[in-house]
T-cell receptor
Framework: DQQVKQNSPSLSVQEGRISILNCDYTNSMFDYFLWYKKYPAEGPTFLISISSIKDKNEDGRFTVFLNKSAKHLSLHIVPSQPGDSAVYFCAASGSGTASKLTFGTGTRLQVTL | KAGVTQTPRYLIKTRGQQVTLSCSPISGHRSVSWYQQTPGQGLQFLFEYFSETQRNKGNFPGRFSGRQFSNSRSEMNVSTLELGDSALYLC????????????FGPGTRLTVT
């Protein structure tokens, strides 16, 4: 049972435009959500997170939006840069198991010139 | 601050053997979690250690075990290796007690032949 889903395996965006990566979850006990970026043969790099008490969090070019009623979150990258090309994972955790992250399957973002 | 370090980076073992992987967390971090990444199953949580105690465990067989030392360094062990254990094993550390943001090491690529 895939509790965290990223339905788009890949996304291609032009440099300078907005990249929107989506993530859905099914477990209503999740209360913290994170986005990670991963290059091949490296560990995931933490990007940004959001608690379920918020609906938006910004950090520079990265903004995460959370819609609790729809059990949906999205990561916006503006403007997209070629160095953003990587696989992006969303992850979720619950209050009793904060250390246990449940990951989505990832979306490969390619930013083209 | 130095990041999470993992040794070795690459390992080739034969079916039936056992293997021990090592992880040193970011200085001051007391929680260490382990994850397995495979093409078929994605990133899956193995277990988490905090103050030398296993605090959370994923759905893996008992062949997978771990421990944490008083300096927060952690090891994971896989006994009686199977071909399906070939994967990237990632270690992550977090700062707070039950902190959500986890910072990953580069991983150990294990190949079982």
């Amino acid at each position: 049972d895939q509790q965290v889903k990223q339905n788009s395996p890949s996304l291609s965006v032009q440099e300078g435009r907005i990249s929107i990566l989506n993530c859905d979850y099914t477990n209503s006990m999740f209360d913290y959500f994170l986005w990670y970026k991963k290059y091949p043969a490296e560990g995931p790099t933490f990007l940004i997170s959001i608690s379920s008490i918020k609906d938006k969090n910004e950090d520079g070019r990265f903004t995460v939006f959370l819609n609790k009623s729809a059990k949906h979150l999205s990561l916006h990258i503006v403007p997209s840069q070629p160095g953003d090309s990587a696989v992006y994972f969303c992850a979720a955790s619950g209050s009793g198991t904060a250390s246990k992250l449940t990951f989505g399957t990832g979306t490969r973002l390619q930013v083209t010139l | 601050k130095a990041g999470v370090t993992q040794t070795p980076r690459y390992l080739i073992k034969t079916r039936g053997q056992q293997v021990t992987l090592s992880c040193s967390p970011i200085s001051g971090h007391r929680s260490v979690s382990w994850y397995q990444q495979t093409p078929g199953q994605g990133l899956q949580f193995l277990f988490e250690y905090f103050s030398e105690t296993q605090r959370n465990k994923g759905n893996f067989p008992g062949r997978f075990s771990g421990r944490q030392f008083s300096n927060s360094r952690s090891e994971m062990n896989v006994s009686t290796l199977e071909l399906g254990d070939s994967a990237l094993y990632l270690c992550a550390s977090s700062a707070m007690d039950g902190g959500h943001e986890q910072y990953f090491g580069p991983g150990t690529r294990l190949t079982v032949t």
